[in-house]
């Protein structure tokens, strides 16, 4: 998926829950059980969880560019290194925000217009992790195996098919 691909999900996210704000704010607010149970501590394990499982995958896939760029001898993956660092910067701080929305949420609940705010900006924060989970992997899989091409088999001699004779 491209990045452009990617910010146009998030923009069309955002459009959609503008409206479903201004609409119908019930649909998104604590009168839906799920959104009302899951934008708090439950929110936060699941940002948790993906961080800390991903940022570990992050670390191994950095190490295979190492190992990529030794086996070469020279260093060739400065984009996907960015790339990579980029997305790890962007898990930690979605998960910064995820915890201002949570910690925020019971300030502004004072209606369902509040409630719909930031149980949707909860709902971003889970949209654009599944986003960088699929730019994580989609490079995963665009690393190539290197496979050094095996010598050829040595020439063997043909067996011995000479039969002694007895005198």
């Known amino acids: 998926m491209s990045r452009t691909l990617s910010y146009v999900i998030l923009v069309l996210f955002v459009a959609v829950s503008v409206v479903l ?48 760029e030794e086996r070469f001898g020279r260093e060739g993956l400065k984009t996907s290194r960015a790339n990579l660092k980029q997305n790890a910067n962007w898990l930690v701080g979605l998960f910064m925000f995820g915890l201002f929305v949570v910690t925020l949420k019971p300030l502004i609940s004072f209606n369902e217009v509040g409630q719909a705010a930031a149980n949707t900006a909860a709902l971003f924060v889970v ?41």
Request: charged share 10%; hydrophobic share 50%; glycine share 2%.
């Open 127 to 167: 949209v654009w992790h599944v986003l960088i989970l699929v730019s994580l992997y989609q490079l995963v899989f665009a690393i190539p195996p290197h496979v050094t091409p095996a010598a050829p088999p040595a020439p063997q001699s043909p067996p011995n098919t000479e039969q002694k004779t007895q005198p």
């Open 21 to 68: 704000i201004a609409a119908r704010p019930d649909w998104v607010s604590d009168k839906n059980a799920f959104l009302e149970n899951f934008v708090n501590h439950e929110f936060l394990n699941l940002l948790g969880v993906i961080l800390a499982i991903t940022l570990a995958s992050v670390a191994n896939i950095h190490l295979e560019f190492n190992k990529i």
